[in-house]
Each structure stands twice: as structure tokens, then as C-alpha cells.
């Protein structure tokens, strides 16, 4: 009898370069945590035309990605006429495959008004129906990482990655990178040398909160710096950044330098590619330093580094061990983040330092280094 062919080999037999469109529209990390499986995708079906649909305010992680040919931009919040085009330009590309990484509302319309042979997505209520093939989101056995998560969506086809493949991204355009050198001259900051701390986070339930970030830069100032410090962020955090500054003694020549809402998205990349070292909260920053194979001293509060930990990169975790972790980020049960705000800056300045340290003991190697 036949073997049973598995689903790639399937569609191999009626094209030998497969279209796939990929969805997962929003978060800065989210994103950037679907790019091995992309690699993935690209490495085991090199002919393959891979499209991604993202959401405008995050469109630089996907525009010009090694293992993505086209990006489809839409807007955050599209109306009804945009989101009726944006299915009938998705009708006329006769896709063979849709992996719906996202689960949200959109990306389950897209996906079910969209024509393929082929729907791939999360086991999720009622919606499951509506894909030839699903897996659980996560594990009830063990905690399951994200990035993992998406390369079984991947493994579903058929393909088995011997390995895990790094986070990438699209490199800065040459612009970009001359603004970046530009800043970097600006403040005398030299490759390798500067720390990065993000002030910021993606909602309030991921923020170490002004005290701490205030005290934590006291002890930084305090303890005899030898790298300066720049602070990063949203156009959301630039208030707080000035209160930081306002609050502080601040010694001249000055070494902590105020960068919140200076970068764009590849930019950032390109900044993070000659830095020391990334401190700050799950975030989608953090996943970008993991990109760019910094070494990380994170604060993990609602959510937990099993399933949104810094992917393939040396890092230093710091985190609360209680019982309403992880949580659903919709209410505190305590009202004042005590998974995350009891950190102490303390416990994190001793972790910069060691990781530090160790950077100076047994410098990383270039594959380590590379994200």
C-alpha cells in the first residue's frame, strides 16, 4: 500500500514553491518571537513565498526579513471598508498555507475568509473547527515557550528542525544606522560599552514602577559607574524619564543619557547590536536584546520566563516565586504588583554587575553572541 503522504509532501506534488501566509498582527515581542519559525519555514522550503501580515506600528520586524518576501501592512485599527480590501487582496494571491501565529479575532476571520488548501492554528475554542491543523496553545504537562510553541505549529507540515533557530530581524537601513551613529557620537558612547535600561514596559502590570527605576539609578550613580547608562522607551515614558532626571543628583561629566522615544523599531535593533548589556522587564525591548545576543538581567512579574523568556541569549532572571503567577494581567489581587515591584533595585545592580563580571572573565564567543 501507499505511504501516507505527510501534508507538505502533499502540496509538493502540486507546486514546488509553496505560498504561505503567516498572521500575527500585533506586540512588539509576540512578533519577533514567531521569527524562528519563519526560519524555520525558509530553511526546509527555500522556494516558498512567505507573506506576513502585521499591523502598522510594527511593520520594521517584518519589512525586509530575510525569511519573509512580502510584508502586508494594515492599520491597528482598520475600519470595515480597509479590512473587506484587505481580504479581497488576500483572496486573489491563492495562498497554499495560512498559519494563523496570533488566535486573536482578526487573524481567525483572516484566516476562515481567506481560500487554502491548507489552515494551520492553536487548538482554541469553537475556532478550531475552522483549521485542518491545530495544536494546543502551551502544555499542561510543562511550561512551554512561545518561540517553541510556533516552530510546532511549523513542525505540523511535516518538517522537523534539527534545531531550534535563533531570533533574526531585519537589518537597519543605512539611514537608520547613520542616525544611531550619529547618537552614538553625539554622547561619546563607544561599541560594547553602554548599559541599556528600559524605563518602560508594555502595561502597567510588566512596570517596575518609578521608585524602583529612581532607586535603582541612586545605587547606579552611587556604587562608582564605569558604563554609562542610557535609558529607553516609548513616547509614553518620556514624562517619566524627566521626573527620573529632575530627581536625580546627577555628577558632570554626566553618564546616564536620556534616549526614550529616539528610535524606531530597526533602529533600536542596530542600537542594542553595539551595547553592553539590556536591563528592563519582560518586554518587547527585551526580546529585541535577545535579538541582537545582549546579555540580559530581566524582572519577570505576571508572566513567567518558561513561556516568554529571553530566547538563545545569556541572561540573569529575576523573579517572585507566588502563587498568582503567571496571571491574565486584568486586575492585581494585591493592587500594587508585588510579583514585580518587590524586586529590589539592589537585587538587580548585583546581577548587572555579575554578568558584567563575567562578560570580563570569559567574554562571549560570536555564536553565543549572535542571538
Known sequence: MRP??????????ETTSPKILCLRLRRIGDIVLTTPALSALKTYLPESKIHYVVENPYAQLIEHHPAVDKAIIIPPKPSWGEFLSLIRLLRKEHYHIIIDFHGGPRAFLLTLATPAPLKIGYHLPWKHRFYDLTIPRGSQDYPLHS?????NL??????????RPPLTLPQALPQEKEKVTRLLRRYSLQKSEYLVLHIGAGNKFRHWGPTNLLHFL?????DGWRHPLCLIGGPEDLDLAEYLFRQLKLPSPCPLINLVDQFSLRELYYFFQQAKLFIGPDSGPMHIAAAAGLPIVAYFGPTIPAHFGPW???????ERK???RPCRQRKCLYSDFPCLRQISPEEVWAAVKNLLQEAV???LSPEENKG
Open 4 to 13: 501516507r503522504l505527510n501534508p507538505i509532501d502533499q502540496l509538493k506534488i
Open 147 to 151: 518561540a517553541e510553541n510556533h516552530l
Open 154 to 163: 511549523i513542525k505540523t507540515l511535516g518538517l522537523s528542525p534539527a534545531t
Open 218 to 222: 541612586q545605587i547606579y550613580l552611587e
Open 312 to 318: 538563545q541569549c545569556k541572561a540573569v532572571i529575576l
Open 322 to 324: 507566588l502563587d498568582c
Open 361 to 363: 572573565d570569559r567574554p
